[in-house]
């Protein structure tokens, strides 16, 4: 949770930086191919189990929801938006991570008290769009990032429950590198064949698409993946209230990224309406095995 919370934070920025030097699609081919290849030939150096048949499709379907329409997302909203709004917003996953759980077959449903920490935190995001002082207009560059990350977000969510679900005998670590090849090999053929600028070398962008590699990826998503095969869905999602603070303050510090006193108000309001939603959502009852367990002992998850 430690390594969620604080690389996570600093990939926000780390993603501005790369975008300076590689396009989003050879961005996210590029860090998923080297971080998946690395995860998997150690997998296979040390005769580690690998998921196969049904196990290694409904691996790569999680990695291309939660990677490829989740990491995707943030990826092409940077272009759009500051890093540290992006974080703010992406704060809202703990709203997806629940309504997914509520949608999905056995899945809690949602109670009042959830849908009122759910509006409160839109109001939050409302907030982000008032224009600045003397700006009659709202940023609609703002708007279209909102939007893709909302597109984003629910792919991360769904993608994560699924492989939550599907838990089979691989360790969540190597599961979660073969969903970062699985990502990494959905996006090269866009990669290669879709136009896009050309690649503008520069030894921050490098460094920052190897920061991503190594702490984003092998280091953050392996430890996501560890904890939500280990943790309740609610504790995991506390990363997000993290990551969007570092984020902000690296943005301010790096770019002079714009943080004024509405967004201050936003964010706020929109960790109220996170803290509402996990103190009335459904926690699992004491002694009940989590899948990791269930795993363990032979129990089908």
């Known amino acids: 949770m430690a390594a969620v919370c604080l690389f996570w934070g600093t990939t926000y920025l780390g993603i501005r930086m790369s975008l300076e030097t590689f396009p989003p699609l050879v961005l996210l081919s590029a860090r998923y ?7 998997v030939s150690f997998a296979k150096a040390r005769g ?6 049904r196990e290694l499709w409904a691996t790569c379907f999680s990695g291309a929801l939660t990677l490829g329409i989740g990491n995707g997302a943030l ?30 077959p056995g899945g809690e449903r949602l109670h009042l008290p959830t849908i009122g920490g759910m509006l409160v935190g839109l109001l939050g995001n409302a907030l982000l ?21 909302q597109i984003g977000m629910a792919g ?4 994560s429950i699924y ?13 979660g590198g073969v969903q970062q090849l699985a990502a990494g090999l959905i996006f090269l053929p866009f990669a290669l064949v879709v136009p896009h600028p050309a690649i503008h070398w520069s030894t921050r962008g490098v460094l920052a698409l190897f920061y991503l590699v190594i702490f984003g990826s092998i280091v953050g998503y392996s430890a996501y993946a560890y904890a939500m095969d280990r943790l309740p869905v609610a ?19 790096v770019y002079r990224e714009h943080f004024g006193w509405s967004d201050c108000a ?9 803290w509402l939603v996990k103190r009335y959502s459904h926690q699992p009852e004491p002694g009940a095995p989590s899948i990791a367990s269930k795993r363990d002992h032979g129990v089908d998850a």
């Open 48 to 53: 580690l189990y690998l998921p196969r048949g």
């Open 156 to 159: 991360w969510a769904f993608g």
């Open 33 to 39: 191919l080297l971080s998946g290849s690395i995860l």
């Open 235 to 253: 504790l995991v999602s506390l990363y997000s209230y993290v990551n969007a603070v570092v984020a902000v303050f690296l943005g301010w510090l």
């Open 266 to 274: 936003a964010m706020f309001v929109i960790f109220t309406g996170v």
């Open 75 to 104: 990826v092409f909203s940077e272009v759009l938006i500051p890093s540290g709004i992006a974080g703010l917003i992406v704060t809202m996953t703990p709203f997806w991570m629940v309504g997914a759980e509520a949608l999905l």
């Open 163 to 175: 492989q939550r679900r599907q838990s089979g005998p691989a360790h969540p670590i190597i599961a």
């Open 129 to 149: 769009f008032l224009p600045d002082a003397g700006s009659p207009n709202y940023d609609r560059s703002l708007l279209t990032g909102f939007l893709i990350l």
